[in-house]
């Protein structure tokens, strides 16, 4: 820590340095509610900066979590009426959106995949293991535990 910081905080000065912190976050633009928050002397929780990949996957993750609720609730009111038949089933599913939710949760996910992929290229555990990482990625289509467990992967990349 910084002698002058140090003297100011050993002497009582934390109220003087909320308000340089203050002053701070005023000039780098911080919309008024971050200052109060700031001011009221809470915590502020940084979010991590996702890529557009890692969002991508996140909003189809959310909506076909989404989507599947509304088919099991539709599922149950179509089972109360009538049987649940191949036929009507594939009615709901393409009817409730779950189709659809789920051709984009993969898609988003083959986007994840390819940006980690090409990503990684650039760190040197991957130049030491370029053939073990690659023969993963190859495994994609025929794992599906490989495959998920490469997405929890690349949603910590950062």
Request: hydrophobic share 40%; net charge neutral; with cysteine.
């Amino acid at each position: 820590m910084y002698p002058l910081v140090r003297d100011r905080l050993a002497a009582g000065g934390f109220l003087c340095f909320q308000l340089h912190l203050f002053v701070f976050f005023l000039t780098l633009g911080y919309n008024s509610k971050v200052i109060d928050i700031f001011a009221k002397g809470e915590m502020i929780q940084m979010k991590p900066i996702l890529s557009k990949p890692q969002l991508g996957y996140t909003k189809a993750k959310r909506k076909f979590e989404d989507k599947s609720k509304v088919l099991e609730k539709r599922i149950e009111e179509t089972a109360k009426l009538q049987e649940v038949t191949q036929e009507v089933m594939e009615g709901l599913v393409i009817e409730t959106g779950f189709h659809d939710a789920f051709n984009d949760l993969r898609a988003a996910e083959d986007e994840l995949i390819e940006w980690s992929h090409n990503t990684m290229k650039h760190e040197k555990t991957y130049k030491d293991n370029k053939q073990a990482i690659d023969d993963m990625y190859a495994k994609l289509e025929s794992d599906p535990q490989m495959r998920a467990r490469i997405i929890q992967l690349a949603m910590r990349v950062r």
